[in-house]
């Protein structure tokens, strides 16, 4: 079993920046494909970004390309989102989410999810 936990969301000021954490319990996570979901009320979860096993590829949704940086630590289990120029739109809990290795950046289908983390942006 696979456990994720974010970190690092709050309350922030339209064009500000948050660095969201996600730590995961595995002992393999160099194996691990992860990414970054988000909701917001009342929508769909929808995808923000994407990272392979060792780093070296990484996919964003359009809406936070320029915006978002997500990267990783495999030496601590940790994958991160960056988030700069925030906008209210931006406002939605985010969610890590992990997959062993093998599958296309774009493919959005992932095994293991976190319980999220909230970011409120205001303007």
């Known amino acids: 079993q696979v456990h994720m936990v974010e970190s690092g969301g709050g309350l922030v000021q339209a064009g500000g920046s948050l660095n969201l954490s996600c730590e995961a319990s595995v002992r393999t996570f160099s194996s691990y494909e992860m990414s970054w979901f988000r909701q917001a009320p009342g929508k769909e979860r929808e995808f923000v970004a994407a990272?392979?096993?060792?780093?070296?590829?990484?996919y964003y949704a359009d809406s936070v390309k320029g915006r978002f940086s997500i990267s990783r630590d495999n030496a601590k289990n940790t994958v991160y989102l960056q988030m700069n120029s925030l906008k209210p739109e931006d406002t939605a809990v985010y969610y890590c989410?992990?997959?062993?290795?093998?599958?296309?950046?774009?493919?959005?289908?992932?095994?293991?999810w976190g319980q999220g983390t909230q970011v409120t942006v205001f303007s």
């Open positions: 990272i392979t096993d060792t780093g070296g590829s990484k």
């Open positions: 989410a992990g997959r062993m290795r093998g599958r296309l950046i774009t493919n959005l289908v992932y095994d293991y």
